[in-house]
């Protein structure tokens, strides 16, 4: 079956630490997403892909880092630099369509991150 | 930035009400998405809306694109258990989403 593969469901990071969020897809599609989750809160867009080898920074990239070497894979990382990184994180796919349409969005099923 | 207004954000409400909720911006949008999101999952497509006045059904779900593009809502007829979860809305301009603050819904059996 098609869809996005999120690793792991739960992470724990310790002072200091990067850690990285796997996203695989097997869609076939070009772009690619992550977005941050707050209780009581909207969606918010960290980093995203339209294609491989290139990303852009969505509205709240300080302290996050991604990588798109494959269109299957999209990891992103949270380094230290990220001081409050407790969150429920969404990976996210679409397939890009002429200029821009991204609504059909397909969500993975997330990662809890929480700090020790 | 663009903001949504998403209300209410919370629901309790008997087995077998009707439902409606809403989003508000003070800017427009040119795709109007609604989403469910079970606890602990990412969030699902329920329905999306293209244009100003559309009403679009998805079973038991029916949502409007507002005339003025400025804003959208959606009804769910006689609920049941299953409906628990957050519904969020999220519009679309250029190729960017910007989602609402979700609304929670629990359903009393």
């Known amino acids: 079956d098609g869809g996005i593969t999120q690793s792991p469901k739960y992470l724990f990071r310790k002072e200091g630490q990067n850690v990285t969020l796997s996203c695989e897809q097997n869609?076939?599609?070009?772009?690619m997403y992550w977005y941050r989750q707050d209780p009581g809160q909207g969606l918010r867009l960290i980093y995203y892909s339209q294609i491989v080898n290139d990303f852009q920074k969505g509205d709240i990239a300080e302290g996050y880092s991604v990588s798109r070497e494959k269109k299957e894979s999209f990891p992103l990382t949270v380094t230290s630099a990220q001081k409050n990184p407790t969150a429920f994180y969404l990976c996210?796919?679409?397939?890009?369509?002429?200029?821009?349409?991204?609504?059909?969005?397909?969500f993975g099923s997330g990662t809890q991150l929480s700090v020790l | 930035g663009q903001q949504l207004n998403q209300s209410p954000q919370s629901m309790f409400i008997q087995e077998g009400e009707d439902v409606s909720m809403n989003c508000t911006s003070s800017s427009i949008f040119n795709t109007w998405l609604w989403y469910k999101q079970d606890p602990g999952e990412g969030p699902v497509l329920l329905i999306a809306?293209?244009?100003?006045?559309e009403l679009t059904s998805n079973g038991r779900l029916t949502a409007q694109f507002g005339i003025t593009r400025k804003d959208s809502f959606l009804n769910i007829s006689a609920s049941i258990p299953s409906d628990v979860g957050i519904y969020f809305c999220a519009g679309q301009y250029g190729n960017k989403l910007v989602f609402g603050a979700g609304t929670i819904l629990r359903v009393k059996s």
């Open positions: 996210a796919s679409s397939m890009e369509q002429g200029k821009s349409t991204n609504e059909k969005l397909f």
């Open positions: 869609l076939n599609h070009d772009a």
């Open positions: 809306l293209y244009k100003a006045g």
